[in-house]
């Protein structure tokens, strides 16, 4: 009798260890990411701040400087961290796709995140204009497969897990972080493991919270649209942020895809040299727009929201531009943070037809409406905006702005960014070893 008591005592031990294993594993995840997402952002304010130095010296140097480091950048990405270069939320979700642990391993790893880290800075270093949020991601995700290893049977979850944290920390928004994985990650409510998901976005959150203080990522805003007539910017900036970020997006996915054409033979024969010549351009549009659009773009956007300036009227278009090419170089970098510059610069054009109705309200409209229409997750575009500002009186019209920019989009770009290039990772990363072809720019 005393024999199948002791084994049913050693079960229930057994099971009740793993749990409290499994829950540690989610915890432990969380804080490093907040941790990590937090020192990253301290790196990238001072790697932008090097660069600003640098124009200080000679705005004329770009030329030279930024061409040259998204050649290193790609360069370094191609031969010691393939699979790092663009945002990196689309490798965490095809890593959730796949089941071969190899597989996984080859688009989120420890290797994989300290590449992520250095060549995202580096890129910030030459002017690029590029985020620190995206890259988060990745490095999150990266950070939970590995503490993972254990358990294979458990790293999608935590893979989802490690994404949604790092957008919690980066943005400082948890909500947010845990609308994203639902949405954008795994379009899908995963029962079994949402209340881990939580966990660890309120663990990356609370780091976050204790290593850099509580803060709003624009500051607070209490504007909001007072009049009727106001309300039509809502349509308006929906449909030119739908437009806008639906053309990035089909850009930036048909480039990944390869160009079949001559041009598109010569790009993927000679990445380094097309690497060139986006950086090149790049520093053409920061020197026409005055230097305003290299880097996230935050300084810019956060300073216009606070003062109620409005932004240069060439600043959405250079800085749509200015992100276009350094999406499709090949370098290390995110979209979320210039997304939101680029809206903000949409919105301050729309604003110029309203004259009576609050500047920075209709800025945020353009910041909601432009991400939207790039990512296609309209939920998570207006929960950042409205969390990021501390702004809840403009829910509605930053819903309705952001479903109205989702669906023009679609009407240019059938699918989000993220899961259309996830797809190339997939399709890749299920080829034999020597058929696979080389990595795409994102």
Known sequence: MLWPLSTRHKRLFKLTSARWQRQAIFLLGGIA??????????????????????????RYAVLAVTPLGFVL??????????NAQGSGIPQAIAARHLTDQRARESLVSMRIAVGKVILTLFGLLCGASVGREGPTVQ????????????????????ILAGAAAGVAAAFNTPL??????????????ETRT??????????????????AGNYAYFGSSAMSLARGLDWLAVPLCGVAGGLAGGVFS??????????????????????????????????????????????TGYNQVKTALEHGAPLPQDFGVLKLLATTFAAISGIPGGIFAPSLAVGAGIGSNIASFFHDAPLGAIMLLGMVSYFAGVVQAPITAFVIVT????????????????????????????????????????????????????????
């Not at 949402?194 to 204790?210: E, M, R, Y």
């Not at 079949?260 to 986006?278: E, M, S």
Request: one cysteine or more.
């Open 33 to 58: 990411v907040g941790a990590i997402a937090v020192a990253l952002a301290q790196l990238a304010d001072l790697a932008q701040h090097a660069f600003a130095l640098l124009l200080a010296k000679s």
């Open 73 to 82: 950048s790609a360069y370094l990405t191609i031969r010691l961290f393939p």
């Open 139 to 158: 490095v999150g995700a990266s950070i939970m497969f590995a503490l993972g290893r254990v358990s294979p049977r458990r790293q999608p979850g935590l």
């Open 176 to 189: 947010a972080g845990i609308v994203f994985g639902i949405e954008e990650m795994s379009r899908a409510f």
């Open 194 to 211: 949402s209340s881990l998901i939580i966990a660890a976005v309120i663990a990356a959150g609370l780091t976050s919270l204790a290593l």
């Open 250 to 295: 089909r850009i930036v996915i048909a480039m990944a895809r390869g160009l079949k054409n001559p041009l598109g033979r010569a790009i993927k024969g000679h990445p380094l040299w097309f690497a060139f010549a986006c950086g090149l351009a790049v520093a053409l549009c920061g020197l026409v727009s005055g230097d305003t659009i290299y880097g």
């Open 387 to 442: 969390e990021m500002t501390d702004n809840h009186g403009m829910v509605v019209p930053l819903m309705a702005a952001a479903l109205i920019a989702h669906v023009t989009s679609r009407m240019i770009c059938k699918e989000g960014i993220y899961h259309a290039l996830a797809k190339g990772f997939v399709e890749r990363a299920a080829r034999p070893p020597d058929t696979k072809a080389p990595p795409a720019s994102n």
